[in-house]
């Protein structure tokens, strides 16, 4: 199996843009071609490598995407299995995919409920 290199890759990328537009401000103005160059590469990381999604608060590693009302989203490994448990509490399962499968994932429309 080839290596993967998108942490590499990413790595690379952060360093362009931090040699090419300065670190990160402090405050993100949107005229600011740093601040811009960073969200893009926020973007790009996001993609590739994301962070967990909980409540905006966790930024642990994602460990599973799962689905959910509103959509996809990132969990890390602790928020995934709170969450695991709290559906099997009401009898639910928690629809998830492995973060390798990305593709499947991104495909991957839920079937519609009848009635
Ligand atoms: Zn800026
Ligand atoms: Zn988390």
Not at 8 to 24: D, F, H, M, P, R
Not at 30 to 55: G, M, S
Not at 74 to 99: D, S, T
Request: proline fraction near 2%; aromatic fraction near 18%.
């Amino acid at each position: 199996m080839a290596k993967d290199k998108t942490k590499e890759n990413i790595e690379w990328l952060e360093k362009a843009v931090e040699q090419g537009y300065g670190k990160k401000c402090k405050d993100f103005q949107k005229d600011c071609w740093c601040c811009r160059a960073w969200e893009f590469f926020n973007e790009i990381k996001n993609y590739y490598l994301p962070n967990c999604d909980w409540k905006g608060k966790c930024k642990s590693k994602a460990f599973r995407e799962i689905y959910h009302k509103k959509g996809w989203s990132y969990l890390c490994k602790k928020h995934f299995y709170q969450e695991q448990k709290r559906f099997k509490k009401q009898g639910k399962e928690l629809g998830w995919a492995g973060l390798e499968e990305f593709e499947k994932v991104r495909n991957y429309k839920p079937k519609k409920r009848l009635g």
